[in-house]
């Protein structure tokens, strides 16, 4: 696989992942994506709301963005290195 290829796949898997965000979450994500944080996945716990995870640009801390766009750097889980 090209390196076009591998980026174009990592394109539309961020775009596909931004389609799930509500109106207020795209709004904080789009202002902390100027700061170098990018949204890498959403976990999908059985029966509970979706929880969106984004990293800051050195992949070093993580934080969730809340429904109401808020921004919660203490979540209550822990991510695997």
């Given at each position: 696989?090209?390196?076009n290829?591998?980026?174009?796949?990592e394109h539309?898997a961020?775009?596909k992942l931004r389609?799930e965000?509500?109106?207020?979450q795209?709004?904080?994500?789009?202002?902390?994506?100027?700061?170098?944080w990018?949204?890498?996945f959403?976990?999908?716990p059985?029966f509970?709301?979706?929880?969106?995870v984004?990293?800051?640009g050195?992949?070093?801390?993580?934080?969730?963005?809340?429904?109401?766009?808020?921004?919660?750097?203490n979540?209550?889980?822990v991510?695997?290195?």
């Open positions: 696989m090209s390196e290829e591998r980026r174009r796949e539309l961020a775009i389609s965000l509500n109106a207020e795209r709004l904080t994500l789009s202002e902390l994506e100027r700061f170098g990018e949204l890498k959403i976990r999908r059985p509970q709301p979706s929880i969106a984004v990293f800051d050195d992949r070093k801390t993580y934080a969730v963005l809340r429904a109401d766009g808020t921004l919660d750097e979540p209550e889980f991510i695997r290195k």
